[in-house]
């Protein structure tokens, strides 16, 4: 199964994401190949998964587990099987957090068994505007539990117009990967989540703009 | 095992011999290259010369990739031309200021691509010629309105169509080229017309940085593109123009005025070309179009000034040469 996956996405992915997306990525160089360790990105599309699967060498690939909500992908058996086996999510229990349950568990297993994690903060898909919402600090719990383990920033432009929330047709459109300098565990949590927002902020700073038009009757920035 | 040697054999017969030169040619000046980017490190060791390397190993595997699909017939070509019109058109409507109700045209915009080609390679260039200006011009501003998109629409429109004719329409023509018959163009085939073309194209655009580098002082779009200089305009137009005087009668049946004229007025395009695309990437704020190919930037940065260079050098090669109409 392993080796299925393994031909699953470098064989059938990685073709279908360079050619629908272009997948450009900058500053290759700061992306963990080891476990254990946390990549923590922005969350606009399903294709958000799709580019961080395919971005890393092959050797690599064994090791990633995308973190995703139970709730979502596991409720239905064919997409549970193809979350599970393909893609390899850690399920990530949302619906029962703050029930005393610990929903983080199965990332943190992985984790000790030197896997990558691959994380979305904001918790959900945003609205493609690439406006970040607010960071869930289940990221930080994590580094907090492995203080070894590199937590690496990645800005992810144009996959919330290649497939929106909602949309089920993919359009081909550009996306480019932005890696930011990995963040050691700085002690405590708070500073790990400032941290982390501020290399995303910046990281979003560098990107091309590929993102929609807003006109200015929506007041699309004034929100920040 | 004979079989398949004296099939290579035959293929190898087949190829026009100004070709084989061609790109015997193309083969050594891309030597010279990576020698150079080999050689000048050692020369001038602590300048970073990792961009020079990108750059030629890039152009090593476009040439391959356009090399192989040449010699491999019309077909390899109208396939080659149509993933580049796609790379192409990906890249523009990427970084064009789009909003979310056009995701609809987006897509459509997309099957043109298919469809175009498939007119070039059924022969039917009339419906080619009317394709994308007229229906598609009609059709895609009907169905914005038919889905209710109203905001910013004339420019929406204006948007689209422009990125269809140049990235489709204006690369078709360079494609086409290649189904040019043998009694059409006997120096080389239509293999022969589409790598002259492709030659005096990134020729000129080598000649014009060169030029510039070497002499540029006096600036010729200041606005646009503030390393673009009179010199280095016009050094690359005479380069270019001195090359498809003399090479020109080896690939294409020019002679004469003919000859003169796409002498004169191709290097003019290509540079029109890129400076319409630079002033394009200029409103959007961008360098390039995206990272696709290392050294040079995306796919539309290599192929700006062959979008207005590829329907000159088509229609002035029709006119002078076949008359009115080409071949079909």
Same mark, same amino acid.
């Given at each position: 199964?392993?080796?299925?996956?393994?031909?699953?996405?470098?064989?059938?992915?990685?073709?279908?994401?360079?050619?629908?997306?272009?997948?450009?990525?900058?500053?290759?160089?700061?992306?963990?190949?080891?476990?254990?360790?946390?990549?923590?990105?922005?969350?606009?599309?399903?294709?958000?998964?799709?580019?961080?699967?395919?971005?890393?060498?092959?050797?690599?690939?064994?090791?990633?587990?995308?973190?995703?909500?139970?709730?979502?992908?596991?409720?239905?058996?064919?997409?549970?099987?193809?979350?599970? #086996?393909?893609?390899?999510?850690?399920?990530?229990?949302?619906?029962?957090?703050?029930?005393?349950?610990?929903?983080?568990?199965?990332?943190?297993?992985?984790?000790?068994?030197?896997?990558?994690?691959?994380?979305?903060?904001?918790?959900?898909?945003?609205?493609? #505007?690439?406006?970040?919402?607010?960071?869930?600090?289940?990221?930080?719990?994590?580094?907090?539990?492995?203080?070894?383990?590199?937590?690496?920033?990645?800005?992810?432009?144009?996959?919330?117009?290649?497939?929106?929330?909602?949309?089920?047709?993919?359009?081909?459109?550009?996306?480019?990967?932005?890696?930011?300098?990995?963040?050691?565990?700085?002690?405590?949590?708070?500073?790990?989540?400032?941290?982390?927002?501020?290399?995303?902020?910046?990281?979003?700073?560098?990107?091309?703009?590929? #993102?929609?038009?807003?006109?200015?009757?929506?007041?699309?920035?004034?929100?920040? | 095992?004979?079989?398949?040697?004296?099939?290579?054999?035959?293929?190898?017969?087949?190829?026009?011999?100004?070709?084989?030169?061609?790109?015997?040619?193309?083969?050594? !000046?891309?030597?010279?290259?990576?020698?150079?980017?080999?050689?000048?490190?050692?020369?001038?060791?602590?300048?970073?010369?990792?961009? $020079?390397?990108?750059?030629?190993?890039?152009?090593?595997? !476009?040439?391959?990739?356009?090399?192989?699909?040449?010699?491999?017939?019309?077909?390899?070509?109208?396939?080659?031309?149509?993933?580049?019109?796609?790379?192409?058109?990906?890249?523009?409507?990427? $970084?064009?200021?789009?909003?979310?109700?056009?995701?609809?045209?987006?897509?459509?915009?997309?099957? =043109?691509?298919?469809?175009?080609?498939?007119?070039?390679?059924?022969?039917?260039?009339?419906?080619?010629?009317?394709?994308?200006?007229?229906?598609?011009?009609?059709?895609?501003?009907? $169905? !914005?309105?038919?889905?209710?998109?109203?905001? *910013?629409?004339?420019?929406?429109?204006?948007?689209?169509?422009?990125? !269809?004719? =140049?990235?489709?329409?204006?690369?078709?023509?360079?494609?086409?080229?290649?189904?040019?018959?043998?009694?059409?163009?006997?120096?080389?085939?239509?293999?022969?017309?589409?790598?002259?073309?492709?030659?005096?194209?990134?020729?000129?655009?080598?000649?014009?940085?060169?030029?510039? @580098?070497?002499?540029?002082?006096?600036?010729?779009?200041? @606005?646009?593109?503030?390393? @673009?200089?009179?010199?280095?305009?016009?050094?690359?137009?005479?380069?270019?123009?001195?090359?498809?005087?003399?090479?020109?009668?080896?690939?294409?049946?020019?002679?004469?005025?003919?000859?003169?004229?796409?002498?004169?007025?191709?290097?003019?395009?290509?540079?029109?070309?890129?400076?319409?695309?630079?002033?394009?990437?200029?409103?959007?704020?961008? @360098?390039? =179009?995206?990272?696709?190919?290392?050294?040079? *930037?995306?796919?539309?940065?290599?192929?700006?000034?062959?979008?207005?260079?590829?329907?000159?050098?088509?229609?002035?090669?029709?006119?002078?040469?076949? *008359?009115? =109409?080409?071949?079909?």
């Amino acid at each position: 199964m392993a080796l299925i996956r393994l031909i699953f996405i470098l064989l059938i992915l990685r073709p279908i994401a360079r050619f629908w997306t272009g997948a450009d990525v900058f500053g290759r160089e700061n992306l963990p190949t080891k476990g254990p360790a946390i990549i923590a990105a922005n969350h606009n599309s399903h294709v958000d998964t799709l580019l961080l699967l395919t971005m890393f060498p092959a050797r690599a690939v064994m090791r990633l587990r995308p973190a995703a909500a139970a709730d979502y992908f596991l409720t239905d058996p064919v997409v549970g099987w193809f979350s599970r #086996r393909l893609i390899g999510i850690v399920p990530i229990a949302r619906d029962r957090a703050g029930t005393g349950e610990d929903i983080l568990a199965p990332a943190r297993e992985a984790l000790a068994q030197g896997d990558i994690i691959i994380i979305f903060p904001e918790g959900t898909r945003g609205d493609a #505007r690439d406006r970040m919402g607010r960071l869930k600090n289940g990221v930080a719990r994590l580094a907090e539990a492995f203080p070894d383990a590199p937590v690496a920033p990645v800005w992810l432009q144009g996959a919330g117009r290649v497939l929106p929330k909602g949309a089920h047709v993919p359009v081909p459109m550009n996306c480019t990967i932005h890696v930011g300098a990995p963040i050691a565990w700085p002690g405590d949590r708070a500073r790990l989540m400032t941290a982390l927002r501020e290399a995303l902020d910046a990281l979003k700073a560098q990107a091309p703009p590929l #993102r929609w038009r807003e006109d200015d009757a929506d007041g699309a920035d004034g929100a920040g | 095992m004979s079989d398949v040697i004296a099939a290579a054999l035959r293929f190898a017969e087949a190829v026009p011999a100004p070709l084989v030169w061609g790109l015997g040619a193309v083969l050594a !000046m891309l030597t010279a290259g990576a020698l150079a980017a080999l050689v000048l490190p050692r020369l001038r060791p602590g300048v970073d010369h990792g961009d $020079l390397r990108r750059r030629v190993n890039s152009w090593w595997v !476009m040439a391959a990739l356009l090399a192989a699909a040449l010699l491999a017939g019309w077909r390899a070509t109208l396939l080659l031309f149509a993933v580049i019109s796609f790379l192409a058109l990906r890249e523009f409507l990427s $970084l064009a200021p789009i909003r979310r109700e056009d995701r609809l045209i987006v897509l459509l915009a997309y099957l =043109t691509i298919p469809a175009s080609y498939a007119l070039l390679a059924a022969d039917r260039y009339g419906l080619y010629l009317v394709f994308i200006p007229v229906w598609v011009f009609l059709a895609a501003p009907f $169905l !914005m309105a038919c889905i209710g998109q109203i905001r *910013g629409y004339l420019p929406t429109a204006a948007l689209f169509h422009w990125a !269809m004719m =140049t990235c489709v329409y204006n690369l078709g023509f360079a494609a086409y080229l290649s189904r040019a018959p043998a009694d059409h163009a006997p120096q080389a085939g239509g293999a022969g017309l589409v790598f002259f073309l492709l030659l005096a194209t990134e020729a000129n655009d080598v000649a014009q940085y060169v030029w510039g @580098k070497l002499i540029g002082r006096r600036k010729i779009v200041p @606005k646009v593109s503030p390393n @673009k200089t009179w010199e280095g305009f016009i050094g690359g137009w005479a380069t270019t123009a001195a090359l498809i005087w003399f090479a020109g009668p080896l690939f294409t049946p020019l002679h004469g005025v003919g000859l003169a004229m796409v002498a004169a007025l191709l290097p003019l395009a290509g540079f029109a070309g890129d400076v319409t695309m630079s002033a394009i990437k200029r409103d959007l704020g961008v @360098k390039d =179009t995206s990272a696709l190919i290392p050294g040079h *930037g995306g796919v539309l940065d290599r192929v700006d000034s062959l979008t207005f260079t590829a329907p000159l050098f088509f229609h002035l090669t029709v006119y002078f040469c076949f *008359g009115e =109409t080409p071949w079909p």
